[in-house]
C-alpha cells in the first residue's frame, strides 16, 4: 500500500483497478532506414495517414458539437489547423529527407521538436498544447501502423485511467459509466483534462509527476479528488474506509442537496445568495443541480484559451453567454470580462514576453489596450443582456482612472449597438473584481463608480502577501486568514455598504465553511463558488446565526495570525461544520 500525492482536479472517490494507457512514444514505433528513391513513396504513406486522421477528426468534433457544445468541437479545429500547417508539412518533408528514416519516426522527431518549442509558454498553456500536438501525433501513428487506436469508449469493465496525459479526443469518447476515476501524471486545475473530468463529475488527482509511472494495468486503487490523493493497492480495510468515505460524501451531497434550494437565510433572518463560477457554458445545469442563485462569476477568458484561429468573435460570445443566462432562467449572470495574461497566457493575443507576467500586461490592462477585443466581448455581453439578468463584471481594477476608462469602452459599445438597433439592456449593472490591495484600499472610492464589488481572495492574497498563487513551495503563505487580508477584506465590505451596493466574493475562500461563517459576520451579501461547494455554504448560512457570527468575525479580527483565526474558527464552528466535513 502506497500513497502518491498529487493535485486534486475534481472531487469525488473512486476505488477501481488501474487501466494504464500506454503512450505511443514508448519506443515499439519502429525505426528504420530508407533509400533515397523510396521518399516519395512513404511520403505518401504518410499523406494517406493524414486523410484518414483529418476524416476521423471531422467525425469526432461534429460529435463534440453536437453533445457538448461549439466551445469543445472547437478543440479538433485546433487538431485540424495543426495537420494543415504548412510549416508543419514542410518540416516533416525536410526532415524525411535529410535523415532518411521512416516516417513514424520522423513524425516523432517533429512532435519533439514542436513541444521543445512549446517551452516558453507558462506551465498551464505548455501543458494544453502539448496535450494536442500528441493527441495529433498519436492518431497519425495509429494510421500509420494501421493498428487500431485503443478507444476508451470500449472500456467496459470499470477502471481508474491512469497516463502521461489523457487526450481530449479520448475524454469526449470514452464510456464514462466504465470511468471511475483519473490519475495523471501531466496536468493542472485549468488543463482540458481537469475541466472535462469536472464537467463529467468524474474524480480525478492530476499533476502526480513519474510517481504515477509505478502504477500497473490492473493494480486496485483509491483514488480521492478531495485531498489529490491516489492509494495504490489499498489494503481490506484501506477499501473498505474509503468506499465508507465515498458513500458519507454521497450521503451528505444527497443531503445537503435537501436544502439546496431553500433560501440561504440565518436563523435570524439575513438573507444571502450563494452563487456558482463557471468556466463553460456547459456547467451552468450542474449551478442550477446545486441550487445557484446565479452564476456570480463566469470566467469568460476560457472561452478564448485552447483555441486556435484567434479569438471567439462577437457572434460566438453572444451565443455562449446567451445559453448560459437563458439555462439560468432569470437567476442574475455576472460574466467577467477578459481575465487573459499572467497564469492564463493568449499567445494569440499577447506575444509579449514579460518579467513578471503577474503584474503585467494582464486583463482589464489588456482589454484597455485592446480595444477591438474589448468592444467585440462588451457588445456580445450587452446583446446578451435581453435574455435575462446579466452583469458585467470587470477584472484586476487597480484603480479609478482604469475603472472610468473601462466604463466609457462600455459606454462607446452601448452607442454602437444602439446604432446599429441591437437590444440590450441600457441598465446592465457593471461591478468590479476587488483582487488587488490599491483597489481594496479605494474600495470608497472604486464604490461610487461601481453597482456592485466581488472580492477575487485568489488574487488578493497572492498580491497582498506577495506570494505566487501556483508556486507549491510558497502555498503555505496563500492564507485567507491572514490579518491583512481579513482587513482588506472588512474595509472592501465596508466601503461598499457605505455606499449601498452589495459585496460579494468569489475567491476559493468562500467556499471554506468556516471562512463562510467569518464572512457572512462581516457583511458579505452574496458567496460565489465552485457549484458542489454550494450546498455546503448555504446549509452553514442556515446554522448560524448573524447575532453569532458578528461575534466570531469581531474575535477574529482581534486575533494576530492566521493560526490563532484558524483555531478558534475551528474551535467555535465545529458542531455545525466539523460534523458536516468528517
Ligand atoms: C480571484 O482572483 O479570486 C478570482 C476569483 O479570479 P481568478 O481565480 O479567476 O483569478
Ligand atoms: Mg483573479
Redesign the pocket.
Known amino acids: 500500500m502506497k500513497e502518491l500525492r498529487g493535485i486534486p482536479a475534481s472531487p469525488g472517490i473512486a476505488v477501481a483497478p488501474a487501466f494504464v494507457l500506454v503512450d505511443d512514444a514508448d519506443g515499439s514505433v519502429p525505426d528504420y532506414g530508407i533509400r533515397e528513391e523510396d521518399v516519395a513513396d512513404e511520403w505518401r504513406r504518410l499523406l494517406a495517414a493524414f486523410e484518414r486522421a483529418r476524416t476521423e477528426i471531422i467525425e469526432l468534433r461534429d460529435k463534440a458539437r453536437e453533445e457538448m457544445g461549439e466551445e469543445k468541437g472547437a478543440i479538433f479545429d485546433t487538431h485540424l489547423l495543426m495537420m494543415d500547417d504548412p510549416d508543419v508539412i514542410d518540416k516533416l518533408e525536410a526532415s524525411l529527407k535529410d535523415t532518411l528514416r521512416n516516417v513514424e519516426q520522423v513524425i516523432l522527431q517533429v512532435e519533439r521538436d514542436l513541444v521543445e518549442k512549446l517551452g516558453r509558454l507558462d506551465e498551464a498553456m505548455f501543458r494544453e498544447r502539448a496535450a494536442d500536438i500528441r493527441d495529433v501525433v498519436s492518431r497519425v501513428l495509429g494510421h500509420l501502423l494501421q493498428k487500431e487506436r485503443f478507444r476508451l469508449g470500449d472500456l467496459v469493465d470499470e477502471c481508474v485511467i491512469v497516463a502521461r496525459d489523457v487526450l481530449p479526443s479520448d475524454l469526449m469518447t470514452m464510456n464514462r459509466k466504465a470511468v471511475k476515476g483519473i490519475v495523471l501524471e501531466a496536468g493542472g486545475k485549468t488543463s482540458h483534462s481537469a475541466i472535462l473530468a469536472r464537467a463529467f463529475e468524474i474524480p480525478a488527482v492530476l499533476g502526480l509527476g513519474s510517481a504515477a509511472r509505478e502504477i500497473r494495468s490492473g493494480t486496485k486503487l483509491a483514488v480521492d479528488g478531495f485531498s489529490g490523493v491516489v492509494t495504490v493497492s489499498p489494503d481490506e480495510s484501506s477499501v473498505t474506509a474509503f468506499l465508507s468515505k465515498g458513500a458519507r460524501f454521497a450521503a451528505r451531497e444527497r443531503d445537503l442537496l435537501a436544502v439546496a434550494f431553500l433560501p440561504a437565510e440565518t436563523p435570524d433572518g439575513r438573507r444571502v445568495l450563494v452563487k456558482a463560477n463557471i468556466e463553460v457554458p456547459d456547467e451552468a445545469e450542474g449551478a442550477l443541480r446545486h441550487g445557484a442563485d446565479g452564476v456570480g462569476l463566469f470566467r469568460s477568458e476560457f472561452l478564448f484559451l485552447g483555441r486556435a484561429g484567434g479569438p471567439p468573435d462577437e457572434d460566438e460570445q453572444y451565443a455562449a453567454y446567451r445559453r448560459v443566462v437563458e439555462t439560468m432562467a432569470g437567476r442574475p449572470v455576472t460574466i467577467r470580462t477578459l ?1 487573459i495574461g499572467g497564469d492564463k497566457a493568449l499567445p494569440e493575443l499577447a506575444e509579449l514576453e514579460e518579467r513578471n507576467p503577474l503584474l503585467g500586461w494582464r486583463a482589464i490592462r489588456f482589454c484597455l489596450s485592446r480595444k477591438d477585443v474589448f468592444h467585440a466581448q462588451l457588445r456580445a455581453i450587452l446583446r446578451a443582456s435581453v435574455h435575462g439578468e446579466v452583469r458585467i463584471m470587470f ?2 481594477i487597480s484603480g479609478a482612472a482604469e475603472l472610468d476608462e473601462a466604463l466609457d469602452a462600455l459606454g462607446e459599445a452601448k452607442d454602437e449597438l444602439a446604432a446599429a438597433g441591437l437590444a440590450f439592456d441600457p441598465a446592465v449593472k457593471v461591478g468590479i ?1 476587488i ?1 488587488v490591495p490599491s483597489a481594496a484600499m479605494t474600495a470608497d472610492i472604486l464604490a461610487r463608480h461601481s453597482d456592485f464589488f466581488s472580492i ?1 481572495t ?2 488578493l492574497i497572492q498580491y497582498s502577501v506577495a506570494v505566487d498563487r501556483g508556486n507549491e513551495r510558497v502555498a503555505y503563505l496563500h492564507q485567507p486568514f491572514h490579518p491583512a487580508v481579513l482587513r482588506f477584506v472588512r474595509f472592501t465590505i465596508d466601503s461598499a455598504h457605505a455606499a449601498g451596493i452589495p459585496a460579494g466574493m468569489c ?1 476559493e475562500m468562500a467556499s471554506d465553511p468556516y471562512a463562510a461563517a467569518l464572512l457572512l459576520g462581516l457583511g458579505l451579501d452574496e458567496f460565489s463558488m465552485s457549484s458542489v461547494s454550494i450546498p455546503e455554504v448555504r446549509r452553514l448560512v442556515r446554522s448560524i446565526s448573524m447575532e453569532r457570527a458578528r461575534a466570531l468575525a469581531e474575535e477574529a479580527l482581534s486575533l494576530g495570525s492566521p493560526l490563532e483565526i484558524d483555531r478558534l474558527l475551528r474551535e467555535r464552528l465545529d458542531p455545525e461544520v466539523g460534523a458536516l466535513l468528517r
Do not use: H
Open positions: 481575465d477584472p484586476m473584481m483582487e477575487g485568489n488574487d475567491g
